[in-house]
């Protein structure tokens, strides 16, 4: 009896260490909060399209430039009305992420110099973002958005895992942690 303990004994630990080490760990995302409900994630994440937008200065910014970190891609324009509403909350989502390990890159669509995004964005509430323009509509044609709002977010490895079309509540407590979250993964 006690060998046929032993061998049972020997199966248990060793189906424990399959388990435990060679089973890959399947990582779950957290929860989106009722406050992000447009956003929908991507069941099948696919690397986000080569997209190029112009930093203040007009040089050309790869989105590639921010792998390596959870990107929250929004495209706003000047013009709508949701994208204003939701500028505020946009602005203090960066603020609360900080430059950390997630990164808001609010593009405004639309063929405004960068002077003008500037001071649109600080008069709006939201002049803590950097000026990112997309004056010839790629980004919004890369991602084959139809309308503004439109908002990506991009995992570290340069894969859409979520997207939404419309304004959200981005600076809600439940969706700043949500983003936090996805930073430290």
Same mark, same amino acid.
């Given at each position: 009896?006690? %060998?046929?303990?032993?061998?049972?004994?020997?199966?248990?630990?060793?189906?424990?260490?399959?388990?435990?080490? #060679?089973?890959?760990? #399947?990582?779950?995302?957290?929860?989106?909060?009722?406050?992000?409900?447009?956003?929908?994630?991507?069941?099948?994440?696919?690397?986000?399209?080569?997209?190029?937008?112009? &930093?203040?200065?007009?040089?050309?910014?790869?989105?590639?430039?921010?792998?390596? %970190?959870?990107?929250?891609?929004?495209?706003?324009?000047?013009?709508?009305?949701?994208?204003?509403?939701?500028?505020?909350?946009? @602005?203090?989502?960066?603020?609360? +992420?900080? !430059?950390?390990?997630?990164?808001?890159?609010?593009?405004?669509?639309?063929?405004?110099?960068?002077?003008?995004?500037?001071?649109?964005?600080?008069?709006? @509430?939201?002049?803590?973002?950097?000026?990112? $323009?997309?004056?010839?509509?790629?980004?919004?044609?890369?991602?084959?958005?139809?309308?503004?709002?439109?908002?990506? #977010?991009?995992?570290?490895?340069? $894969?859409?895992?979520? %997207?939404?079309?419309?304004?959200?509540?981005? !600076? &809600?407590?439940?969706?700043?942690?949500?983003?936090?979250? +996805?930073?430290? %993964?």
């Amino acid at each position: 009896m006690p %060998r046929k303990m032993t061998q049972m004994l020997a199966a248990v630990f060793g189906a424990a260490l399959v388990v435990l080490y #060679v089973i890959p760990s #399947v990582e779950a995302s957290p929860a989106i909060p009722p406050a992000l409900a447009a956003l929908k994630a991507d069941p099948a994440p696919k690397p986000a399209p080569a997209a190029t937008f112009l &930093d203040a200065q007009g040089h050309p910014q790869p989105l590639s430039a921010f792998k390596g %970190r959870v990107v929250i891609l929004n495209l706003w324009a000047t013009w709508c009305a949701p994208c204003i509403a939701e500028l505020p909350a946009v @602005g203090k989502l960066a603020a609360a +992420l900080g !430059d950390g390990k997630v990164a808001v890159v609010a593009v405004n669509a639309s063929h405004d110099d960068a002077a003008k995004v500037a001071d649109f964005l600080k008069s709006h @509430g939201a002049g803590n973002l950097a000026v990112y $323009r997309d004056p010839d509509l790629s980004v919004l044609t890369a991602f084959g958005s139809q309308g503004l709002p439109f908002s990506v #977010v991009i995992d570290a490895n340069g $894969r859409e895992i979520a %997207r939404a079309s419309g304004p959200m509540k981005w !600076d &809600d407590p439940a969706a700043i942690a949500y983003f936090k979250a +996805l930073g430290s %993964r």
